[in-house]
């Protein structure tokens, strides 16, 4: 079992930035990616960014250029830094754990999210 808790959200101007943090305890010897996915209201859930336990990122269009997915491995945390935040940002965001791409193993609790205009 991985436990995931994030932190870091709150209420943000537009163009304004924010640092969540997903802080990982547990057996995660066999997690290989790590990743931050947000569900609007009304929406489904998307992914934003993953990072491999190696460092590679891949990022969402939206997420590009304003977003950096980033880890320390030695704090087993996984951080997104956000900035340039829009309106449309607004939303729960959830750190994840997959063993591969496409599946999710582990959900944090959320973190809500809020960008006034």
């Known amino acids: 079992q991985v436990q995931l808790v994030e932190s870091g959200g709150g209420l943000v101007q537009a163009g304004g930035s924010l640092r969540l943090s997903c802080a990982a305890s547990?057996?995660?010897?066999?997690?290989?990616?790590m990743a931050w996915h947000r569900q609007a209201p009304g929406k489904e859930r998307d992914l934003v960014a993953i990072i491999t336990v190696s460092g590679s990122t891949n990022y969402a269009d939206f997420a590009k250029g304003r977003f950096t997915i980033s880890r320390d491995n030695a704090k087993n945390t996984v951080y997104l830094q956000m900035n340039s935040l829009k309106p449309a940002d607004k939303a729960v965001y959830y750190c994840?754990?997959?063993?591969?791409?496409?599946?999710?193993?582990?959900w944090g609790q959320g973190t809500q999210v809020t960008v006034s205009s």
């Open positions: 547990g057996s995660s010897t066999s997690i290989n990616f």
């Open positions: 994840a754990a997959h063993r591969t791409w496409g599946n999710v193993d582990y």
